[in-house]
Each structure stands twice: as structure tokens, then as C-alpha cells.
């Protein structure tokens, strides 16, 4: 268990996993399609607050949420191909057990697919379970969750990037008063 971070880290990492879903955010508005969607709030926790730590890796990152997409998307059209949560259906129909076995089967299957490759994102189960219930449930709504989640990474490895950039080098020579006389070496 890793120990609690510094109250005074909170806000750095609240910016970060907010940062992080700007440009996807910006995407699904003038897009009008669903390049921000649930599961992303938690990798986005996980991106900002567990930097270098197994959970937030890249390739576990990306890998547990390609696999929970196909596998969600296996289920339902599997099992309750047409069927979405949010119409609700009446208690003990089989409209509500082949949605409930789609997400059950698409979580246990998500599981088992992460933990066999290695590639364990616990987020990546809300993906599964946001396909499998029918919330997207076309290949190409697929295709948009990967590619939100590969920008996901992308921001988060460029803002980790640029925090291991040196500074630039003070250019001007600062005479004994403070004042600039221009480049070194004039």
C-alpha cells in the first residue's frame, strides 16, 4: 500500500488529471462525439497520482482499455445485441438478464484478458461494463474510446516530459548590482 502523498501535492495532481481531459473534452464538444466517457475520470486519477507506478504504465494503461473495449463489444453483440441501460426494462425480463449477463461476462472476461497479458488497468472494467450495457456499442465507438485513451497517455507522458526538462540557461550575465549587460561573453 503506498503511502498517503503530501496534502500539499492535492492540488498539483487535481490540475494534472483535469489538464489531462481538456483536449478530449475539446474533442467531444466540437466533435459531437464520445472522446470524454466515464472510465477516463479514473485513468486520469490514476495518470496524475500514481506517476511511475505499475497501475499507471502506458502499455497497461492503453492494453486494459483495447481489451476491455473488445471485449465489451464481443459481449454484447453476443448476448444483448439491440439492448441498452438506459431503457429500462422490467424486472425478471430477459431483456434485463441479457444485459446483466453482457456486463458480467464482459468484466469477468476483461479481468481474466488483463491479468493473462499483464496489462492490469482496473478502469479499464468501467470501459467494458460502459460497452457491454450498450452505452456504445459500434465498432467505431470503440475505435474513439482507444484513441481517447492513447491521448490520454500522450498528454500525460508530454506534461511528465516537460517536468524533466532542465531550465533554460540564464543567457544575460547579471552584474554585481542585478543589472542585465547582455549575452555572456560581450
Do not use: N
Not at 453476443?78 to 426494462?89: E, F, I, K, N, R
Not at 481517447?148 to 532542465?166: D, F, H, N
Request: glycine share 10%; aromatic share 6%.
Amino acid at each position: 500500500m503506498s503511502k498517503p502523498k503530501v496534502r500539499g501535492e492535492t492540488p498539483r495532481v487535481a490540475f494534472v488529471a483535469s489538464i489531462l481531459l481538456v483536449l478530449l473534452g475539446a474533442l467531444a464538444w466540437a466533435s459531437g462525439l464520445p472522446f470524454l466517457f466515464p472510465s477516463l475520470g479514473p485513468s486520469a486519477f490514476l495518470l496524475s497520482s500514481k506517476v511511475g507506478e505499475r497501475v499507471s504504465e502506458p502499455r497497461r494503461v492503453v492494453g486494459g482499455h483495447v481489451i476491455g473495449v473488445v471485449v465489451g463489444l464481443f459481449t454484447y453483440h453476443l448476448v444483448a445485441p439491440g439492448l441498452t441501460v438506459m431503457q429500462p426494462s422490467p424486472p425478471f425480463s430477459m431483456a434485463a438478464l441479457r444485459l446483466s449477463l453482457s456486463g458480467i461476462l464482459a468484466v469477468g472476461l476483461t479481468t481474466a484478458g488483463m491479468v493473462v497479458t499483464d496489462l492490469r488497468h482496473p478502469p479499464a472494467c468501467a470501459t467494458t461494463l460502459i460497452v457491454a450495457l450498450g452505452l456504445l456499442t459500434k465498432l467505431t465507438d470503440g475505435v474513439i474510446v482507444v484513441v481517447s485513451i492513447a491521448i490520454l497517455v500522450a498528454v500525460q507522458q508530454g506534461l511528465a516530459y516537460l517536468e524533466t526538462v532542465p531550465p533554460a540557461p540564464d543567457v544575460f550575465y547579471r552584474g554585481e548590482a542585478g543589472d542585465e549587460t547582455g549575452p555572456k561573453g560581450d
